[in-house]
């Protein structure tokens, strides 16, 4: 398989994952009991006249099928709550939740990758503490930090609980995403440095006498990239899942609230419009995570 038709494939790969998502989170809204309508209580004349004002009454197949007619022009609808269009809705919530995953992806990255080339290069008891808390931060959901982090911030009141305003609004939602996110680069570095550590190339170099040091940093963490690329695109999935728990429970502005806000009130358009945005990132995660993996390892784009 050539390098475009390796990138070819994973296009339309992100792309059917978007589509499936946005489709299917549609149907299950618009399936599920009830609907927007429902809210105006036991006027049923009026009940029927919104319905019908919104399109609801249709059945489900033509509701579908003209909400894919517009969509193939980008256009999803308009939201029923904010009488808005539903992509200029998300564009706004998307950037917000795009900012705390990308602040805490860099965190987390910061932290995890020298802390797993640590604690898979070197032994002792230092060490085994240093995993142990990696354990901690990795079975801790990002639900139950946050949560124990606003308590922390509301008792101490060093930094703001919620909301969304400068920097410091930003480390305890931040810091939710960003350490189990951590905890898992950490693993997968200190596995993968250790591989890298075992190969003849490596145990040729330090029986010449290169220093440990010297091989760990300047070859073996180049050797165990491959593996951590790869899944990157897996660990933006996983960051942009949780940040819809903790930006419900920080009150952060992005699209989990938006998300929220929409199953509430049964916004479905805007259900859907949320699901295509997070399944966008999820597909762009993984593409991109392919393309680095391909270029730190030209075998696979060229397999």
């Given at each position: 398989m050539?390098?475009i038709g390796?990138?070819?494939?994973?296009v339309?790969?992100?792309?059917?994952?978007?589509?499936v998502?946005?489709?299917?989170?549609?149907?299950?809204?618009?399936?599920a009991?009830g609907?927007?309508?429902?809210?105006?209580?036991?006027?049923q004349?009026?009940?029927?006249?919104?319905?019908?004002?919104?399109?609801?009454?249709?059945?489900?197949?033509?509701?579908y099928?003209?909400?894919?007619?517009?969509?193939?022009t980008?256009?999803?609808?308009e939201s029923?709550?904010?009488?808005?269009?539903?992509?200029?809705?998300?564009a706004?919530?998307?950037w917000?939740?795009?900012?705390l995953?990308?602040t805490s992806?860099?965190?987390?990255t910061?932290?995890g990758?020298?802390?797993?080339?640590?604690?898979?290069?070197?032994?002792?008891?230092?060490i085994?503490?240093?995993?142990?808390?990696?354990l901690?931060?990795l079975?801790?959901?990002?639900?139950i930090s946050?949560?124990?982090m606003?308590?922390?911030?509301?008792r101490?009141?060093?930094?703001p609980?919620?909301?969304?305003?400068g920097?410091s609004?930003?480390?305890?939602?931040?810091?939710?995403?960003a350490?189990?996110?951590?905890a898992?680069?950490?693993r997968l570095?200190?596995?993968?440095?250790?591989?890298a550590?075992?190969?003849?190339?490596a145990?040729?170099?330090?029986a010449?006498?290169?220093s440990?040091?010297?091989?760990v940093?300047?070859?073996?963490?180049?050797q165990?990239?491959?593996?951590?690329?790869?899944?990157?695109?897996?660990?933006?999935?996983?960051?942009?899942?949780g940040?819809?728990?903790?930006?419900i429970?920080?009150?952060?502005?992005?699209?989990?609230?938006?998300?929220?806000?929409?199953?509430?009130t049964r916004?479905?358009?805007?259900?859907?419009?949320?699901a295509a945005?997070?399944?966008?990132f999820?597909?762009a995660?993984?593409?991109?995570?392919?393309?680095?993996?391909a270029?730190?390892?030209?075998?696979?784009g060229?397999?």
């Amino acid at each position: 398989m050539t390098t475009i038709g390796f990138l070819a494939r994973r296009v339309l790969a992100a792309l059917a994952l978007v589509f499936v998502a946005t489709s299917g989170a549609l149907l299950l809204a618009q399936l599920a009991p009830g609907d927007y309508a429902s809210q105006f209580g036991r006027d049923q004349a009026q009940v029927a006249a919104e319905r019908h004002r919104l399109g609801l009454d249709l059945p489900v197949a033509q509701q579908y099928a003209r909400w894919l007619k517009r969509s193939l022009t980008l256009d999803l609808g308009e939201s029923f709550q904010y009488q808005r269009p539903v992509t200029a809705l998300v564009a706004e919530r998307a950037w917000n939740t795009a900012l705390l995953a990308a602040t805490s992806l860099a965190v987390a990255t910061l932290l995890g990758i020298p802390w797993g080339i640590v604690t898979g290069s070197r032994r002792g008891v230092l060490i085994r503490a240093l995993r142990g808390v990696s354990l901690l931060f990795l079975s801790i959901p990002p639900l139950i930090s946050s949560l124990t982090m606003l308590a922390v911030a509301a008792r101490t009141g060093w930094l703001p609980v919620s909301g969304m305003g400068g920097v410091s609004h930003l480390v305890v939602p931040t810091l939710a995403l960003a350490l189990p996110i951590a905890a898992i680069l950490e693993r997968l570095q200190a596995q993968s440095i250790g591989d890298a550590l075992a190969t003849p190339m490596a145990l040729s170099a330090r029986a010449r006498g290169i220093s440990r040091r010297r091989i760990v940093w300047r070859h073996a963490w180049r050797q165990s990239l491959g593996p951590i690329l790869a899944i990157y695109g897996v660990i933006v999935g996983t960051l942009f899942s949780g940040s819809f728990a903790v930006e419900i429970v920080t009150s952060w502005p992005g699209l989990g609230d938006l998300m929220r806000q929409a199953l509430l009130t049964r916004d479905t358009y805007l259900v859907a419009g949320c699901a295509a945005a997070g399944a966008a990132f999820l597909a762009a995660g993984v593409l991109l995570g392919d393309v680095l993996h391909a270029v730190v390892d030209p075998r696979v784009g060229g397999a």
